[in-house]
DNA sequence: GCCGTTTTCGGCCCGACTGTTTTCAGTCG
């Protein structure tokens, strides 16, 4: 995480809002949320902003008054906020966990606690099933069985998945549905339209003048495993993969408007709806209203001119200061793409088993041509990672060689390019030698063992990397893996100013279950002047398309061609490579 | 609890659905 006391204190504001919408107070649940968001978004540590200019410089951030600077303050000098303190004596209940079940909210969570003393998932998963929930006042038979179902869920997903797996099937279904006689406009909506990294559901929007045809086709889709909520304007699935897909069918001239709305985030609608009540117009799913008069809503569009702003990529949808910009026509142009032209992390099959990937060179060169690439680098495991058979110094040597056979066959076609994804050892050193570096085009380096190093010792074993001439590209950065592994402990800031300073590339990795950097962190990088470059990590030529995935976490991080090295021309992006090195 | 060319009080985003009710509270997106 990024700032160790910005995220503590926004995890107590975020529960104190849930407490206090517990006891049903009004408006103060939001002022608390607000409040941690802001901390959470914040650039800088909490910590000095209260060191350097006290409660007042505390106080002065846009959406923390009195009351809840007097809690930061606290939390700073000891530790603690009795505030929160008391509401966690109080309810001693996780309400993060029992919040995340479907269709359980606080009010629930404090009659739970009250009634049946339930405090966590497991408590409540045995109440509901030896019947005592239907019980309680306000619960009945269905709330019982949704819980039970809710938790079922939840164990059985996490809750969310990677954007990975449901992209494809999602634009598999919008295939079909767009085939159905009478579909005039469709769309993929939601947390998926703006390509978060996971997702909780699916949302897909249609305009037909048949709205039962389209209705019954989706409910025929294969690897459905449930069908609910079948009605004529909204329709519900889940696939056997536990993802649900909600099909709604729009009025043509709300099209716009419910795409807008249905797109997101909740954060960015709730902004523009304050915006709409400025300019004397209402917002909502179906339109922009002056009074009863209905002014826009067909297109996107023109729902965002009306509101006297630039459309808006859904990427950028996150109230993170897009709003503004689009207000005075300074929208970043975020890359696409069509900008990339080449991949520089891909590994190969060579000599039946050394470096870990499923095809050969030409295999995979074959791929990245059709892709319309005008590079593609090979960067082979080294050494030091066993279990992909990494590749020492002579038998880089060999594979070079090859790669300048396939070069001479090319015709220009492409250039291949000789890399290695090398591993940073514990102590900051490479697994290669200088010599062996100095012959290749570029160098990756990763770390892919001790992954639990103390926050400051690992920061400097990347930086030691980053400091070797030959070392380009830092791969995947953080380390994490979505919903397995967390991040490593780094300063990442300490790590950007290194980057700047060496002239290091960091990686956008763009495999589903890395997607590392993220999009904050890539916003940081950009912010500081740090190149990235956004990599398959391919181990097999189908991979070569999750350049897709790197691509839209770079334009939710909002990086312009001039920030990713792998939009440059071929020359420019080495000639980068070179300055580091003085290799020519 | 926060905020202010509707400034120190009175607002705070909006609508639908579900399950529980018999007119509505809670939850969701």
Known sequence: MKFANNQELANIFYEIAYFLEMEGVPFKPYAYEKAAIILENLEEDIKDIYQRKGFKGVKAIPGIGESIAKKIEEYLKTGKVKYYEEFKKRYPVDIEELTSIEGVGPKMVKVLYEKLGITNLKELEKAARQGKIRNLPGFGKKTEENILQGILFLKKSGGRFLLGEVLPLAQEIEKRLKRVKGVKKISIAGSLRRRKETIGDVDILVVATKPEAVMEEFVKLPGIIKV???????SSIRLETGIDVDLRVIPERSFGSALQYFTGS???NIALRKIAIDLGLKLNEYGVFKGNKFVAGKTEEEVYEILKMQWIPPELRENRGEIELAQRNRLPEIIELKDIKGDLHTHIKWKAKWDGGANTIQEMVETAIRRGYQYFGI?????????????????????NK????????LEGKLVVLKGAETNILKDGSIDIKDEALKKLDYTIAGIHSHFKMEKSKMTERIIRAMKNPYINIISHPTGRILKKRDEYQIDFDKILRAAKETGTVLEINSYPERLDLNDINIKRAKEAGVKLIINTDAHHKDQLRYMEFGVSQAR???????DIVNCWPLKKMLKFFNKKSKRS
């Open 228 to 234: 609910w909520g079948k009605g004529t304007t909204k």
């Open 266 to 268: 909740k954060d960015h």
């Open 379 to 399: 960067a082979s495991h080294t050494k030091a990672l066993k279990i992909e058979h990494g590749l020492n110094e002579k038998q880089l040597e060999e594979r």
């Open 402 to 409: 090859e790669i300048d056979k396939i070069n001479k066959t």
């Open 556 to 562: 939710r991080g909002w990086a312009e061609k001039e």
